[in-house]
């Protein structure tokens, strides 16, 4: 029997935001946090990379060494985990479910072995796909951001490629939105979830 990671906590659907490096996933995740208080919560991955200026461990990631990860893993700590671009990257199940324990919509942001992944769990998000208007905007986004050395950013403009083909196969994403300008790209997200929104407001109200 497939190991339940979730069920008993059976509250509103989670949310995967999937996308190439740089579509803006983070961009429109924090301004979801931002303008709904005490709707989303964001499931805070483990990762392997270094932590960029401005970062802050235990909220946008948990930073480990490679040792402790896999350790992790190997403990049946995680429901899914991926190699990315040279770092190890993954989400435990103590990240959902703090999450879901306090009744908010888990917001996920993970790349497309993740969202592979979770397909084979009982999770049940929403699955959104996040993406640039072009790639040579997809290249300006990310040199403009200045987090990435050059091999880095050819690492993530490759994957990127793979990311956009991946998107195409019918079934995968329940929503694709295209993250041109942002004030349009964040209205689309919205609409999308806004069932789900309205649900944890009512119930968080009455409680
Ligand atoms: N599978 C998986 N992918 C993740 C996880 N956390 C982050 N990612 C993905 O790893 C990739 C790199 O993330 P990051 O280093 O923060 O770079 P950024 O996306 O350019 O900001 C992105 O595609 C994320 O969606 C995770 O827990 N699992
Ligand atoms: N619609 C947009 N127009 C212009 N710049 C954007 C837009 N969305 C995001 N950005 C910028 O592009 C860069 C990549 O966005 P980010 O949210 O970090 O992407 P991701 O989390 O998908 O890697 C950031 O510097 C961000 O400020």
Do not use: W
Request: proline content about 4%.
């Amino acid at each position: 029997m497939r190991e339940s990671t979730t069920k008993a906590m059976a509250g509103p659907r989670p949310v995967v935001l999937s996308g190439p490096s740089g579509a803006g996933k983070s961009t429109l995740l924090k301004k979801l946090m931002k303008e709904h208080d005490n709707v989303f919560g964001f499931s805070v991955s483990h990762t392997t990379r270094n932590p960029r200026p401005g970062e802050v461990n235990g909220k946008d990631y948990h930073y480990v060494t490679r040792e402790v990860m896999q350790a992790s893993i190997d403990k049946g700590e995680f429901i899914e985990s991926a190699e990315f671009s040279g770092n190890m990257y993954g989400t435990s199940k103590a990240s959902v479910q703090d999450v879901q324990a306090k009744n908010l919509i888990c917001l996920l942001d993970i790349d497309m072995q993740g969202v592979k992944n979770i397909k084979r769990t009982d999770l049940n998000p929403i699955y959104i796909s996040i993406q640039p208007p072009s790639m040579a905007v997809l290249e300006k986004r990310l040199r403009d951001r200045k987090t990435e050395s050059e091999e880095s950013l050819q690492k993530r403009l490759h994957t990127a490629k793979v990311e956009m083909e991946f998107s195409k196969e019918p079934g995968v994403f329940d929503v694709i939105i295209v993250n041109d300008n942002l004030d349009d790209a964040y209205k689309q997200l919205q609409r999308a979830l806004l069932e789900e929104i309205n649900k944890v407001k009512k119930v968080n109200m009455s409680s």
